[in-house]
Each structure stands twice: as structure tokens, then as C-alpha cells.
């Protein structure tokens, strides 16, 4: 079936290649990577010719993308036909789910309501997402669905006699919130017949959901995928140098990396930077914060904790950098430009000499391989990696940043709490929008660097342990069979 039709225009293919896990080996061990062979097997004889699909709604920019980019590659080398679609939408239906984001987070978002007229507004938009999801989708496929943008396709897909999983990649912290309750009762009616549905945490299994049928699967990362292969100092330098983020002579190395396909990717944009001087120099500790340009990554209290830094009694020679994709790119993130506004209005607020440490960039996403390059090179040349979030799902920037044994100052909310132990693999601070704590941990690891250099090798090692795509795959493995009855 040819997705290049005409009619096919609110959903789009997002090609995948195929890896074998065998690159795993040096990493876990023969007998892990026997294990999964042996369930894949099993799976790829009980799934026979049948397609299991992934929906969701963007092929780039953010976490979901990112982890699907970093897992399905793995399914299809092990001979399961994976496939990943992702939905189009109209800019009403974007702001409707991003506000149902909000919610499951247990915010509100922009304050709209989640009323009839937003349930009308989902539902149209999806009825004809379904209708086209059904010319490719057989009865008994797998479809996993991802997030709420995806969930209202799953009755009509129940219906045709496809095995729906439904995955959330959203939580709050406080389950019994009234903002998660109004998110829940939105979505609760789509996705009440699906055979399972997964969560990143356990704490984020809401009521309805609580049946028997949900299953905790974390995400996990791609360990050679261009965002967190190993790269040398020389190519870290040459992609900093040559994308504008440092300054300086670039050094013998050449801003390359190797694609998913094998084939060498050159780092070719600049980014696009707002300061006030002049770029780092190769010698500056950066403290780095890559995020989207989201109010729940707190950006603008990342910029205040970074200024009580600047100010604190001795001076640390620190420069901040605040990095996310360009405003312009991510589809489904409508704030975006508006959150980079309000950035940029908070650093003209900021005194001259702060200003003068903190940098804003905004990374090139015309070529996702050569994004992510760039988000290696500067998770890995950063003395500290923060992600001062008052909320997140799971949060992949601080997984990325643990496997490049970075020391990272994050803040104790959804699962960055699974994954960084307290004072052993990362500093955790408690209360989120504690500015000051926040700045004394930074401190803490600018100024203690073998602290903060046994900090990131025991976050490596628990990256490896844990967050690997191996385990990923063979999670969803046990899923698979547990759903395919
Ligand atoms: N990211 C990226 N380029 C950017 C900014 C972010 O590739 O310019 C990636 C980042 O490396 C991470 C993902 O987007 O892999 C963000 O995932 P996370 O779970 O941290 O947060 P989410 O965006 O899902 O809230």
C-alpha cells in the first residue's frame, strides 16, 4: 500500500531503517542480548506478516519522537514489520491537546476549558485521521498510540479489530489533582476498550486506567544514534566553533557524525544565538539546559538561578546556555514562540554582566541528524547539565546527559526522580522553583569538580543499566504477547 497517495495527507510515514541489536553487546552483555533475541523470536512467529504500527504526532522535536526514533529501528532489525505514522492536525486540534498536556501534568495550560467545544474540535480532526489510519490498518495489527493527541483513534481502530495499546508519555505528580481529573475525563471515553495502555511511572496511572491492563514501561535511548553517540573532544570543539556556540579556532577535528544509516552527517547550520558579547571560549564551563522552548522546562528560572550564580560570593567563570529548537520547527508545540518571547524578555531584564554570561540558542532542525549532532556536542562539553523543570514526564535530556556521565543539577519531579539517585548519580533539588537551592547546587559542582566527575560516572553506568533500548525492547516484547490473545 503506497503512503505517497494524494488522499493520504493527514498522516505522514516516518521512514525507519533497521538495526541489529548485536551493537548492544559491548555494552550489556552476551546474555542479555540472547534473552531478547529469544522473546523477539517468539514475537515475530506469533506476530506472522501482521504490522505493528506506532502512531503520534510529530516526526521530530521532543520526547516521544525522539524515543520512537531511538526504538523502532531495533523492532524492525529484529524482523518485526514496525512502522510509525504521525498525525497532522489543525492548529485548533494542537491547542486543544496541548492544553490536555497541561492538564495531565496538572496545570491549565492557557486556562481554556476542556469542554464540548474542544471534544468537537478533537474528535473531527481524528475522525478523519481514522479514516485514513483504516485503509492501511488490518484486523489483529498492533497499533500503539501515542499520547493524547493519538488517543481519540482508538474506538474506530478497536472497532476494525486491531489490538490498540495506548501510551502515555504524561504525568502529574499529585494523581488527585483537579486539572488531571478534567484530562482524564477528556480522554477516559477513547481509550476505556484498548488492550493495554503503558505509563513512564507507576505514580502516573490515573483511575480510569487502573484496571488490570496498564503496564510501566520508562523510555530509554539510543545509544548510537547521532543525540548520543560517542563523539571525540576535537569533533565536540569543531561542531561548537562551527555552529557559533564557542569561540575560538576550531581544532583539527571536522563537525561530522554518523547517521543511522551509516552514512556521514556534516554539521552544516549555525545557531541561532542571542547574546549580548561574545561566544564562550572552548576553556568557559558551560552550565547547559537543552529543552524545548516550554514554560515547564523553566527557562526564565533557570536564567534567575543562573544570575544568584553570577552573584554569589566567588565568582565561578561560568556562562549559561539556554538551547531548544528552532520556534518555528515543532509542529505540535504552538507555545513555543511565545514561551522564546517571554525567554527573551527576561534576559533583556537581566543586569549587563548577567546578560553577558547567559546565552539563548536556538538549534537548527531542518535535518534532525544534524540537530541532535549539535545537542551531543553541547550536553557533552557542559561542566554541569541542568534541567530545572517544575514538571516532566519522564525526561530524556537528563537520560541523554547521565549517558554522556555529565554532572547534572535536576529538579525532584516525574521521573527524573527514578532516574538520578540523589548526591550518587546527579543533585536533585526538591522544591522546583527554589531558585537559590538550585543555584548552590550548580555551584556545588563548579566548584567541587571531583564530585561532580564522580557524579557523572556513576550516571553513565546507570544510564547503561537502565536506559538502554534493549530493555525498552524487551518490555514492549512482553507486552506485545501479553495483549496478542
Ligand atoms: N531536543 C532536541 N533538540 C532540541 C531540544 C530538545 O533534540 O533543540 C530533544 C532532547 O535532546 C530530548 C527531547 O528533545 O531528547 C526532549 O525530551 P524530554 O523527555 O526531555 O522532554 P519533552 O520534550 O518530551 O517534554
Known sequence: MSMTTKAMRRLREVPIGAQPIDRFLPLLGEERIREAYKLADDVRRRLEGRIFWNVNSTARGGGVAEMLQSVLPYVRGLGIDARWLAIDGTPEFFRVTKRLHHALHGSVGDGSDLGEQERAIYEQVLAGTAEELLALVRPRDLVLLHDPQTAGLAPRLVQAGAIVIWRCHVGGDKPDGEEIGRGWAFLAPYIKDVAATV???????????????????????????????????????????????????????????????????????HADVIRLGRAPTWETPLVVQVSRWDRLKDPVGVMHGFARLVNGAAPTGAELVLAGPNVNAVADDPEAAAVMDEVIVAWHRLSHSDRNRVHLASLPMADVDENAAIVNALQRHAAVVVQKSLYEGFGLTVTEAMWKGRPIVASAVGGIQDQIIDGESGLLVEDPTDTEAFATAVRRLLEDRAFAEALGQNARQRAQEQYLGVRHLTQYAELLKRVDK
Open 199 to 269: 505509563f513512564s511511572r507507576d505514580q502516573y496511572i490515573p483511575q480510569c486506567c487502573d484496571h488490570g491492563r496498564s503496564v510501566v514501561i520508562p523510555p530509554s535511548i539510543n545509544a548510537f544514534s547521532p543525540k548520543n553517540q560517542d563523539m571525540d573532544d576535537a569533533t565536540v570543539r569543531a561542531i561548537l566553533v562551527h555552529t557559533g556556540l564557542v569561540e575560538g579556532p576550531p581544532g583539527a577535528g571536522s563537525p561530522t557524525f554518523l547517521r543511522e544509516d551509516g552514512s556521514l552527517g556534516r554539521v552544516k547550520r
